[in-house]
């Protein structure tokens, strides 16, 4: 359990009911991943795409759970050719040998169309209709000109229960992250940026953990708000247990926590910084993984 640090940035009070716990139900899954020529870039000497192959072999191994799944990849058979996205891998029963053999197939080549891979992905699942989730893994952001911000709205504006995460993987210094970002954040998913193989497994056990949209961990609070003001907090789903509140700066890690408070209610209300800029409001289980998370601009 993290332990609460004591700065006085962020002042949280929870008052209201306690939010309902539910059965969890896991909805149909399609992992689309980056296979594109920067994939071959190395962490301490390892491919992204071979721990990303690694990780991803090792979590349908361990799944427990019955469960309807799929594989989509692009950038991995042409080198400039923005229609270069597949569906590898049929929603069907997880079969853990097929999937392994299917994702150790890919190798790194073109270029990065996630903004239509992210919607082929959502139409396959029938997300207008059924529980659906996408989970993209990408060590870039958008090259062949998809506006992922629009698609992000455009998902949120049909769907009927879906949640799409992001995993920005070695993500880049410099980067504009905002598209991804979006994807998740308008869509009940998280974003989180691992640069190991460890981080890497631990965040697609939390995304796969969530269950459906409707009783994922819900975080949300007005975009701006004024130095020193009052900022109303608003969480929803199935809490985790022992959940946090963090304030952190835009972009930070939660190590880099400006105060933190324990989260126990439906409502909070939050005091922005002092300080203007940009923040992010970030609800944390107990071994400190994102569950959700709220941008927070104070001016």
């Known amino acids: ?32 991943l980056d296979v594109s020529n920067s994939m071959w870039g190395q962490i301490d000497g390892v491919a992204k795409i071979s721990i990303a192959q690694d990780v991803i072999s090792e979590l ?17 058979r ?22 392994g053999r299917a994702v150790r197939s890919l190798s790194p080549t073109g270029r990065t169309p996630l903004t239509a891979a992210v919607q082929q992905a959502a139409e396959q699942l029938n997300y207008t209709e059924t ?6 893994i990408s060590d870039g952001i958008e090259s062949c000109e998809g506006d992922p911000v629009a698609l992000a709205s455009e998902l949120a504006g049909n769907a009927l229960d879906l949640t799409v995460h992001v995993i920005g993987f070695d993500l ?17 998913g998280l974003f989180l940026t691992p640069d190991t193989a460890d981080q890497l497994k631990s965040n697609l056990d939390t995304m796969m953990d969530m269950g459906s949209a409707k009783m994922a961990p819900g975080l949300s609070a007005p975009e701006t708000g004024s130095a020193g003001a009052d900022i109303p907090v608003m969480l929803s789903g199935m809490l985790p247990e022992g959940a946090e509140l963090v304030l952190v700066p835009f ?26 800029g940009r923040y992010q409001i970030l609800l944390l289980d107990s071994d400190g993984m994102v569950a959700a998370s709220s941008g927070l601009t104070v001016q």
């Open 60 to 76: 349908t191994t361990d799944l427990q759970e019955p469960i309807q799944f799929g594989l989509m990849a692009y950038g991995h």
């Open 131 to 136: 529980s659906a989730r996408v989970i993209l």
């Open 1 to 32: 359990m993290r332990k609460p640090i004591a700065i006085a940035a962020l002042c949280i009070s929870a008052f209201g009911g306690t939010l309902q716990a539910q059965e969890t139900t896991y909805p149909d899954t399609i992992i689309v």
């Open 251 to 276: 972009g930070a890690s939660p190590r880099d926590a400006l105060s933190t408070m324990q989260a126990n209610g439906e409502t909070a209300m939050l005091t922005a910084p002092a300080a203007s």
């Open 172 to 188: 880049q210094d410099g980067v504009d992250q905002d598209g991804l970002r979006a994807l998740a954040m308008q869509n009940h």
């Open 78 to 99: 042409r080198k400039t050719d923005c229609g270069d996205i597949e569906l590898v891998l049929p929603v069907a029963p997880m079969d853990a040998d097929a999937f």
